[in-house]
């Protein structure tokens, strides 16, 4: 594998985007914490973002650091746990999207609006109505210019904590009881996996033009949905949607399996089927990634634990260049 793009601080759930002709970087930071390790992910306890910007992909790297640009002390509504971000521009304006955990501890995801890629950003007062969970991936067609919102995560970023049968309330949010114990994960023979969300925007980029849907994944032997229990292809975090000849690819961690796989569908809405693996677990617990075209070649960006020799909570960013068979289908990223 290719080395560390950012060594001098610890980065991790790298979304990367094309603007002005560069490569922009939007990734969670990590620091070092004496938090233990736990399902619900206390020990990433990160505080703010930078923004990282290049002109190559190729090593030796050469990466700006545009230093910080939102802080967990410039959103009134975030008490802690600023987690893996995502950024769009649309209308000459750059939107930076966010999760955090509010002040009763609740995942939503809040949007902040900047002039540049490179920050600073400004945070809307409140979270986005309607949103929940963790990991939002923002995704503007370029071919319609409509507007995309994926989110959703597994465990600690909740997402097993909104399935409930009660009527959801004006923002769309379905309830949960006070004491967090809200339904369990699915589990065992004919249940069906947790989707992730998907939400179109409004034009301000700064809400949900229509509540927050499932985006549903298939199984290509059944055509039906994913089981539960299939933990190799089930969705658990880090959403992330790109366009290729037509069609859209929704990519995602599967969490405690630890691989980066993928899913091929006709709209952004949806349903989407598996179609396989890109990435094998790498060093560390978690994985998360991008997918960007930069000067006509594709790039994934993910990241491992080399820089730390494998402790979960202090991240690297890295970078390869994927590729792709006369069917579409992404080839598996191969291992030194």
Not at 109 to 132: L, M, N, R
Not at 240 to 261: C, I, N, Q
Request: aromatic share 14%.
């Amino acid at each position: 594998m290719t080395p560390p793009l950012i060594t001098h601080l610890y980065t991790a759930d790298p979304s990367a985007h094309v603007f002005e002709g560069k490569i922009y970087i939007y990734p969670s930071h990590d620091r070092e914490t004496d938090i233990q390790f736990n399902d619900n992910g206390d020990q990433y306890d990160m505080a703010d973002y930078h923004v990282f910007s290049t002109s190559s992909l190729d090593p030796p790297y050469e990466v700006t650091d545009h230093g910080v640009v939102l802080r967990a002390e410039d959103v009134p509504w975030v008490s802690k746990q600023l987690w893996a971000p995502d950024a769009a521009c649309k209308n000459g304006k750059y939107y930076l999207y966010f999760p955090a955990r509010d002040k009763e501890g609740i995942f939503r995801i809040g949007v902040a609006e900047g002039e540049s890629p490179s920050g600073p950003f400004k945070a809307d007062p409140e979270p986005v109505p309607g949103s929940y969970s963790i990991d939002p991936a923002s995704f503007v067609d370029p071919d319609t210019g409509d507007a995309y919102l994926y989110f959703g995560g597994l465990w600690g970023g909740q997402l097993q904590c909104y399935q409930s049968a009660s009527e959801p309330d004006a923002h769309g949010v379905p309830p949960f009881d006070s004491e967090w114990l809200g339904p369990k994960e699915p589990k065992g023979e004919g249940a069906k996996a947790l989707f992730p969300k998907v939400a179109p925007l409004s034009e301000d980029m700064h809400g949900f033009a229509s509540a927050a849907r499932d985006l549903v994944i298939l199984a290509p032997e059944t055509g039906e949905p994913i089981p539960a229990d299939d933990h190799d292809r089930r969705f658990f975090e880090a959403a992330w949607m790109h366009k290729r000849h037509e069609k859209y690819y929704f990519s995602y961690s599967t969490g405690d399996s630890h691989y980066l796989v993928y899913a091929i569908g006709d709209s952004p809405l949806g349903p989407f089927t598996y179609a396989g693996r890109i990435l094998e677990p790498v060093l560390g617990w978690t994985t998360h990634h991008s997918i960007v075209e930069f000067q006509g070649r594709w790039w994934l960006f993910h990241h491992d634990c080399e820089i730390s020799k494998g402790v979960s909570h202090l991240r690297n960013v890295k970078v390869v260049e994927i590729f792709y068979d006369d069917e579409g289908g992404i080839l598996p990223v191969k291992s030194d």
